[in-house]
């Protein structure tokens, strides 16, 4: 079965801090996504990628930055943490038929 | 503006019958369609795909596309307690199929 694991899998900031998310896939799939889930909001999409050392932005790209250092990992960094982005983060492979959720991080922004 | 957006927000359904949940694209580029279950506290899962015109069965659940209205719908028979959960419909665009978007989702409450 696909495996995606979130690390990690809560978290507490201060506003102003820096903030990273870490996601791990043995699914061998290329495409990897980040998206933040608001009570009412559904999953929006932060960032994307498809290929190692190459992100792209989503729809709400703006406070969050994407790293792809290899194939398997996908980072998502909040250089300046700030209250709006409390949220639970997940992230995603795919491998274009479907997609596959890692299990979530609670992030907290005090 | 959302480009996926799904109805209703909350539905209540006694066990046993039946739910139907709706999503519309208002992006004509839209080409393929996902449905995905998320349980309270969960991840969100896969359920069904659909990409032609038509229905889609499985099981107790049914997916019905429409292309010319961008309208799919997920219909569940014999609705469970179990199936109680967040509904989210998500959509690809012929423009980027692998930039995938998101509805709100629809809260499907079955009631014993």
């Known amino acids: 079965e696909a495996a995606v694991t979130q690390s990690p899998r809560s978290k507490v900031a201060v506003t102003g801090g820096k903030v990273t998310l870490s996601c791990h896939q043995t699914n061998n799939h290329d495409y990897m996504y980040w998206y933040r889930q608001d009570t009412g909001h559904g999953l929006r999409l932060i960032h994307y990628s498809y290929v190692a050392d190459s992100t792209e932005k989503g729809d709400i790209p703006d406070g969050y930055k994407a790293s792809r250092p290899s194939q398997e990992n996908f980072s998502l960094i909040l250089e300046l943490a700030s209250l709006s982005q409390t949220a639970v983060y997940f992230c995603?492979?795919?491998?274009?038929?479907?997609?596959?959720f890692g299990p979530g991080t609670r992030l907290t922004v005090l | 503006q959302q480009k996926v957006q799904q109805s209703p927000e909350s539905l209540i359904v006694p066990e046993g019958g039946m739910a139907s949940l709706n999503c519309t694209s208002s992006d004509r580029n839209v080409d393929y369609f996902w449905w995905y279950r998320q349980h309270s506290g969960k991840s969100p899962k896969m359920l069904m795909?659909?990409?032609?015109?038509g229905e889609k069965e499985e099981g107790r659940f049914t997916v019905h596309l429409n292309k010319a209205s961008l309208h799919t719908s997920l219909h569940i028979r014999d609705s469970q307690p179990s199936d109680s959960a967040l509904y989210l419909c998500?959509?690809?665009?012929?423009?980027?199929?692998?930039?995938?978007?998101f509805g709100k989702g629809t809260h499907l409450h079955v009631l014993p």
């Open positions: 998500a959509a690809s665009m012929n423009t980027n199929a692998y930039k995938v978007i």
């Open positions: 995603a492979s795919s491998d274009a038929r479907e997609q596959y």
């Open positions: 795909s659909i990409f032609s015109n």
